[in-house]
């Protein structure tokens, strides 16, 4: 008789595997991640832990807003 008991702890996350790359599937409510997203660009891919993709879109923001006057059209 065997008295090996099974411990489930070891569990990996489940994935999407890809040509473009490896997406872990996360828990986290959709409504979140799409709020930070319309908030500012790149955080959704910050919060999937995507975070070459994140801090180039988030740059790509802060470039753009400043070049653009943005925050100075807010002030006025």
Do not use: C
Not at 25 to 37: D, G, K, T
Not at 42 to 69: D, M
Request: charged share 15%; net charge positive.
């Amino acid at each position: 008789m065997d008295n090996h008991t099974t411990d489930n702890t070891a569990r990996r996350y489940k994935a999407h595997v890809s040509i473009l790359g490896t997406t872990q599937m996360h828990l986290r409510s959709p409504s979140i991640i799409a709020w930070w997203s319309a908030a500012y660009p790149g955080f959704r891919h910050l919060l999937l832990s995507k975070y070459l993709r994140g801090f180039v879109l988030f740059i790509w923001e802060v470039f753009i807003n400043l070049n653009a006057n943005v925050n100075l059209a807010i002030i006025y």
